[in-house]
């Protein structure tokens, strides 16, 4: 008996026709809500296909991708599912490349960056036109519908967890039959930080970004003349509905955009992550976009500084004071950075000073420029007395005489630090110190009134 040799070309084309038969069967079996069959075939298909849906033309990827993506959506997978779905929408957007592999099997891949991965030459560009979309829709109108009045509903009892979940759910489903609201992405992030989960918020604010979404979307709506409902289309079916009869009251809105308050909540979604190298390079580009924005310089240069880039965050406050010369907040930060350096001790009051005119309310400048124009107190104390005990008495009432002048000098900012913060025992305490110094006794025992007062206040 002669030995049958069946070449691979014939053995692959076996192999696709079972496949063929499979996932057709999967096909009309999920249409018909059969959930188990659908599944049992679906999985029979990809048990012979090992990842390789190259093999599978366009028509018949379809239905796999249909087969496969509802049946997960029918058995509580929503998300999984719709990642399937929305493969369907690929189709019609990307271009097809088909041609032969190295074994002569057909092959289609879906999108120039797949077919240029597969190093095969000689591929044909071709176009699809995906022939279940109308059906699709049909399909996942209702399931959208439920998902979208479920994150609300979550929402409003402040369920956030649930919200974000089904917010993206709504997203991932409507996107499955080629339309995008990045407004229900926007959703699901901002319901996962108010659900505390930062992971999931940081994922979210990602796609966001890389997507190119700004909030500047427009909404297309006419109102049907027979039950007098106003109803949103997408452009194209918008523009063919002027053309009937049924609908009237056709309106365009268009959102404004929110983008820079996007990278600003995503760089501080980052950074309270301890993700500084993320965070700085989000807030790199957006400081580079708008200039002139103020949280976002101020976010950047703080996370320079809570990462350890000194040098950085110096640069980042002069160049955000350059653009932005009213920030208080920069100039106060310059002058914590500069006081740090007894040569810039001038640079840091200046600074301080600058923060405290553009916001006389900042107490936290007038208690640094209190201590700054002190000096160290600690270090000259010491210095005194050891003057003192060397018998070098003219020097050491010297230190003295310039500590007191440095006092005087510093108890108008330190009197108005205590108008700020009144019943604050350090600044109460502090100036008592600087009165009995300057001998103000009068002022000394008011303030020594004041701390005993406080200290009763405070049980001890």
């Known amino acids: 008996m002669k030995r049958i040799i069946l070449s691979l070309t014939l053995i ?3 192999l696709v026709f079972a496949q063929k038969k499979e996932i057709n069967a999967a096909f009309k079996a999920i249409e018909s809500g059969d959930v188990g069959t659908a599944q049992a075939q679906v999985a029979a298909a990809e048990a012979q296909l090992n990842g390789k849906l190259e093999l599978l033309e366009p028509e018949l990827l379809e239905n796999y991708y249909f087969a496969k993506g509802l049946s997960l959506l029918r058995s509580g ?10 493969k369907i929408n690929d189709l019609a957007k990307s271009k097809v490349y088909t041609g032969r592999d190295a074994d ?4 289609h891949f879906v999108g120039k960056s797949a077919a240029d991965a597969s190093g095969i030459s000689g591929l044909k560009e071709e176009s699809y036109t995906p022939k279940n979309t109308a059906k699709l829709a049909a399909i996942l109108d209702p399931v959208i519908q439920a998902a979208n009045k479920t994150a609300m509903d979550s929402y409003n009892a402040k369920n956030y967890g649930l919200a974000a979940d089904k917010f993206r759910e709504s997203y991932n489903l409507l996107k499955a039959f080629g339309q995008t609201s990045g407004q229900l992405l926007y959703n699901s992030g901002l319901s996962y930080i108010s659900a505390k989960n930062n992971s999931k918020a940081i994922e979210v604010f990602k796609e966001l970004t890389d997507s190119g979404y700004t909030g500047v979307e427009t909404t297309y709506t006419a109102k049907e003349k027979s039950t007098g409902t106003v109803q949103q289309f997408d452009k194209a079916t918008w523009d063919a509905l002027k053309k009937s009869n049924e609908f009237t009251d056709f309106k365009t809105e268009t959102s404004k955009s929110i983008e820079q308050e996007l990278l600003e909540t995503y760089a501080a979604l980052l950074v309270e992550e301890e993700r500084f190298d993320e965070a700085l390079a989000v807030l790199d580009k957006a400081v580079t976009k708008f200039p002139k924005n103020n ?3 101020e976010l950047q240069s703080n996370t320079y500084y809570k990462a350890g880039k000194t040098d950085e965050f110096t ?8 653009l932005n010369p009213n920030d208080a907040v920069s100039w106060y930060n310059l002058g914590v950075l500069q006081s740090k350096d007894p040569a810039a001790k001038k640079d840091a009051e200046t600074a301080f000073r600058k923060a405290l005119e553009l916001d006389p309310k900042m107490s936290s400048a007038y208690m640094n420029l209190t201590y700054l124009i002190m000096g ?11 003057l003192r005990d060397s018998g070098k008495t ?9 500590r007191r002048e440095r006092f005087e000098k510093a108890i108008p900012v330190a009197e108005a630090w205590y108008a700020k913060e009144p019943n604050n025992i350090d600044v109460v305490t502090l100036l008592k110190g600087m009165y009995q110094t300057t001998r103000n006794e009068a002022k000394r025992k008011e303030f020594k009134e004041k701390e005993d007062m406080l200290l009763k206040a405070q049980g001890k």
Not at 77 to 86: F, H
Not at 315 to 322: E, G, T, V
Not at 376 to 386: F, G, L, M, S
């Open 12 to 14: 692959s084309a076996t």
């Open 104 to 107: 002569k099997n057909r092959v």
């Open 295 to 297: 949280k976002l310089a």
């Open 77 to 86: 997978k929503t998300t999984e599912g719709a990642s399937y779905l929305v």
């Open 315 to 322: 640069a980042a406050l002069k160049r955000n004071l350059s």
């Open 394 to 402: 003219d020097q050491a009432n010297k230190v003295m005489d310039a």
């Open 376 to 386: 160290d107190d600690e270090k000259t104390i010491n210095e005194y007395k050891a």
